[in-house]
C-alpha cells in the first residue's frame, strides 16, 4: 500500500470515529442527560425576570423561609433537589417556571403520583393528586402553603414545575425547541456551581428617592461552595443610574495601620456621599481594628481610621501638646511618623507621616506600615486598583466592637435605662452578628462589579 492511500485510510477511519461519535451523543445518550436550564422558556423582550440555575443546596434556608406562597415551596423543593434552574417571570403575574433533577426514586415516587419520602419535610400535609392538564396528565400540588396550587408533571430524568398547566406546556415545548429555551451561556465565572440573573429592564418608573432614572438594570451573579469556603462573583450593568459615581484608585501604599491586623476596609472616594462627611472623610479611606488599645485600663483590640491626607481636628495646641474634645495628647515622634497621644482615659493616637494620618483608639506603639503582601493573601485579586475592598475576621471583629460597646457604655453611662451613645444597640447587635461568622473578603474594581470570598 503506498503512503498516500495509508494516509487516506487514516483519514477515512477518522472520519468514521468521529460520526460514530457524534450518533452517540445525539442519539444514544439518554433523553436526562440533558440540563435543566433547556426546560425553561426565554423570557420576552423587556420583561422583568428572576432566574437561577445551579445546585439545589445554594438555595440559601434563610430565604426559602422567607418567601412563601408557591414560589416560595417551589424554592425550598430545589434546595432538595441536585441541580435545579427557576425562572420567575415578574411582567406575567408572577408566572414560575421549575426544572429540577431528583434521585430516580424520586421520580419513581412521582410518576405514581406520590409524594417522594424527601419532599415530606417540605410539603407538610400538602395534597398531591393526578389530572388532566388539557392533552397531557400532570400532578397537583395543594396544601396550606398558598391557596394557589403548584403542577408538576416529569419530563425524562426531570421534574417541571409551574404556577399553571399553560406553563407545564410552555416548558415542554422549549424543551423540544417548538420555542426558544432560556440561553444556556453565563458570562460570569461559566463553571461555577451557581448562577443568578436578575433583570429589571422592564420596570417602568423612576426612582425619585434616588432623583435618577432606572434606564437599564441587569444583576447577574455566579457562585460556589465547597468545605473550604465559597465565592460570590457579581456584575451589576445599569447601576451607576441610581447611586453616585466614585472613582477607583491605585492601593500602592498604605498609611500606618494597627498590628498584628485585625479586619480592614478601604474605600478610595466617597465624594458623592459629601454632604454627609466631613471634609476630611471623603477619601481615601481605610478602617481598621487590631493591634492593642484600652479605655479606662480595660485592655480592647485597637481601632483606628487612616487617610492620605492630614487629618484635621479642632484642638487648642500649647507646650504641653494639644487638647481635643476635652483630652490631653502629648507629642511623640519617631524615624518615621509623628503624633499625638494619650493613655488616660483611653489610648487615643493621632499619627502622621509622609503617607497620610491615622486617628484612633489604639496604642500608638501597635501603628505599622502592612506588608503589602500580607494583603495579596487575605483580599480578592485586583484590590490595588479597585474602588472598595475589605478583610473580616468576624471573631476578631467581635472582639473589638465588644471592647467599644463596654468602654462606650464606662464613658456614656445610661440614663433611665436608656444609652447615651448613639448607636450604641447597633453595635451590640453586630457584636453578636460577627461572633458567629469565620472570615470573608471583598474586592469591587467599581460600584458595579465585584468578587466576595468567605470562609
Sequence with gaps: MTMNKKATSWFCAIILGLSVLVAFVFFAMPEGARSPLDGLPRPADGSTYFLFDGVGKLIP???????????????KLISKSEKAAFLVDFSSDEEFYGSLAFPRNALKHLKNGEIPPDWRSVLGGANISSVDCDDFGCLRISGAFSLKPIFSLVEGDLVFLA????????MLRAMSLRIEPYPSYWSIEPQWD???????????RTWKGLGAEFKEGVLRCAWKEGPEGGALKWRFDGLEDLVPSFTP?????VPQLPDPLGSVIGVSDLTGLADYLPESLKGPLILASGGTGSILSVPLSGVCFATFDAIDLVVSEDSTGINWEGYTLKPFSSD?????????PATITLSR???GS???????RSLKYPDLSYFDEILPSGWKHSFLWGYVNGPSLAHALEGIVKSGRLIFPEKNGQSTLLGIDALVYLTRRMRKVGTFSFTLPDISE??????
Excluded at 518615621?336 to 488616660?344: L, N, V
Design 61 to 75: 434556608t434563610e430565604l426559602t423561609e422567607e418567601i412563601h406562597g408557591p414560589i416560595g415551596m417551589a424554592l
Design 358 to 364: 491615622a486617628l484612633g483608639i489604639v496604642d500608638k
Design 194 to 204: 451557581g448562577h443568578m440573573t436578575l433583570d429589571l429592564r422592564g420596570l417602568d
Design 450 to 455: 465585584g468578587i466576595f470570598l468567605w470562609k
Design 249 to 253: 484608585r491605585y492601593w500602592g501604599e
Design 163 to 170: 404556577s399553571s398547566p399553560e406553563g407545564l406546556k410552555t
Design 353 to 355: 507621616s509622609e503617607i
Design 336 to 344: 518615621w511618623d509623628h503624633g499625638w497621644f494619650t493613655s488616660s
